[in-house]
């Protein structure tokens, strides 16, 4: 058994340094060479930072672990939001969360911590109609990101990107390198993939060994699969401390980030492993 906890150490690790060093990385450079604005940044950061849960979530509903599957979600939502408001913290961004549309997407993520609450209080987090509720409800969520986005911060977006195009002079090189970036974001998310799927193996025989309940392995999960994302939120805000006109961007980013996560783990992912649980199970 000590072998197993060595391992769950070893991948855990592995998960920070594929997220710090290859995902995170890889993030910024496809921004720079495409001239993308932060939200689309944060966006495609909480695409690529949900796949743990989606790996996690889908193996938990495949054995019956269905309990587990939706603490994994709801912790992992949980901890999202206390990384982000951490790393808003140590980056001294706290004035910035004034922004209506920032405010907003803070209201939209704490429903998607409300929502499993509820769930799991009148029991009914394995029924195939929250199927269509939950993709509903992404949708509805996303066009309110979206709208308040357009309307409280493209001016201030748009005049940050057109003042450093001015200063900076396109590389002809940029597409081949984008192309290559893009590359490496797939590996790492293949690499979180596969490391995840192990890591999930290690908490299994581990909660096997210890007779852990399914909340305590949702809730170890949650934790875990959460680490890129506070990696992410840290180092989007760092990126952009140098300028304090352009701090904005960092959190616009971070918010972006944690939003899709969370919208991605409780409506999209939720979903996959209700359908494979009903689907297998009843």
Do not use: W
């Not at 309990?67 to 140590?90: D, E, K």
């Not at 109609?129 to 939950?134: A, G, H, R």
């Not at 908490?203 to 007779?211: A, G, M, R, T, V």
Request: hydrophobic letters at 50%.
């Amino acid at each position: 058994m000590v072998i197993e906890i060595l391992k769950l150490i070893f991948y855990s690790t592995l998960i920070v340094l594929i997220a710090k060093y290859i995902l995170v990385n890889t993030l910024r450079k496809i921004a720079e060479n495409l001239k993308l604005k932060a939200n689309i940044i944060g966006n495609i950061a909480g695409y690529a930072t949900s796949i743990p849960e989606l790996l996690t979530v889908s193996i938990s509903s495949f054995s019956g672990l269905i309990n587990a599957s939706v603490f994994n979600i709801l912790s992992s939502n949980i901890i999202n939001f206390a990384q982000y408001i951490f790393s808003i913290g140590i980056n001294k961004n706290i004035k910035i969360l004034n922004n209506k549309a920032i405010k907003l997407d803070i209201v939209l993520v704490i429903f998607t911590i409300i929502i499993p609450i509820i769930l799991l209080r009148i029991e009914t987090y394995n029924n195939i109609i929250l199927v269509p509720i939950f993709i509903i409800l992404a949708i509805i969520f996303i066009k309110i990101n979206s709208k308040y986005h357009r309307k409280h911060l493209k001016n201030i977006e748009n005049k940050i990107l057109e003042r450093e195009e001015k200063q900076e002079k396109e590389e002809r090189k940029n597409n081949k390198r984008t192309y290559i970036y893009i590359l490496l974001l797939l590996i790492s998310g293949i690499l979180l993939y596969f490391v995840g799927n192990k890591l999930g193996e290690v908490l299994e025989n581990i909660s096997k060994y210890f007779n852990i309940s399914e909340t305590i392995i949702g809730i170890m999960l949650g934790f875990i699969t959460s680490i890129p994302e506070l990696i992410t939120f840290i180092e989007s805000q760092k990126h952009y401390k140098t300028n304090n006109e352009n701090q904005i961007l960092g959190v616009v980013e971070a918010t972006n980030n944690l939003f899709t996560s969370n919208i991605l783990n409780l409506f999209i992912i939720q979903t996959i492993g209700i359908i494979i649980y009903v689907y297998i199970h009843l």
